[in-house]
């Protein structure tokens, strides 16, 4: 960013044809080594570019599932607009999960609301996203009270928690993706429909928003 770029995330699990498609139109592709290796060179002393609120913070592809993947562009403002929300709706977000892969637009909020406000970034690894155990075990390693549910994987984690009669005090607000962003209790709840779960778990809760959860 203060070179003036944006940046586009690359799934390492995407089919090859999607990952040729996204690299033609990148200037430059940067690997995990390679941004290490960079930091050993220490800080540029050059010239910088301004940074405009309207310029480009990154670009995300569609799933292509209508046709060809589409480039959607997204500015510093609309970012810093969402994460500026989320703080004057919510508050301090305290320990925040990040578990939505980083090229899922979700996963933007997840990185910076913590960070805007002093507060831990927890990352969960791949391969623990499908496991409501592990990630059980994440949020009381953590000390998480922000996290962030498709409705499905919701779903099986409330079914997880209500079986093994776990509590989580430390989860304050919980984003739904396409349904609310809440205020989650440590409320029993029953793992039926999402729309009971709702009820069970927001009883006495201040805060309830209908919003969308991208940028």
């Not at 927890?122 to 953590?142: E, N, T």
């Not at 997880?160 to 349904?179: M, R, T």
């Not at 709702?198 to 009883?203: A, K, N, P």
Request: proline residues 6%; hydrophobic residues 40%.
């Amino acid at each position: 960013w203060k070179a003036g770029a944006s940046f586009v995330p690359i799934g390492v699990n995407e089919s090859k044809e999607r990952i040729d498609k996204i690299k033609k139109d990148c200037i430059h592709i940067i690997t995990e080594r390679q941004a290490l290796e960079a930091i050993q060179y220490g800080e540029y002393t050059g010239q910088l570019p301004d940074i405009r609120p309207e310029m480009t913070a990154y670009c995300m592809y569609t799933s292509g599932s209508t046709g060809q993947p589409k480039l959607v562009m997204i500015s510093h403002a609309s970012l810093a607009w969402r994460v500026h929300w989320m703080v004057e709706q919510y508050g301090k977000s305290g320990a925040v999960l990040q578990k939505a892969s980083y090229t899922f637009d979700v996963s933007m909020w997840e990185f910076f609301l913590p960070l805007c406000q002093g507060e831990i970034l927890y990352l969960l690894p791949d391969c623990y996203r499908a496991d409501p155990y592990k990630i059980v075990k994440a949020i009381q390693r953590g000390k998480i009270a922000t996290i962030h549910f498709v409705p499905a994987m919701l779903s099986i984690f409330l079914t997880c928690i209500e079986n093994n009669k776990i509590i989580l005090p430390e989860i304050k607000h919980v984003s739904i993706q396409a349904f609310h962003s809440v205020c989650f209790w440590p409320t029993p709840v029953k793992p039926c429909c999402l729309s009971a779960c709702f009820i069970d778990t927001l009883v006495d809760s201040p805060l309830v928003c209908s919003v969308a959860t991208g940028i």
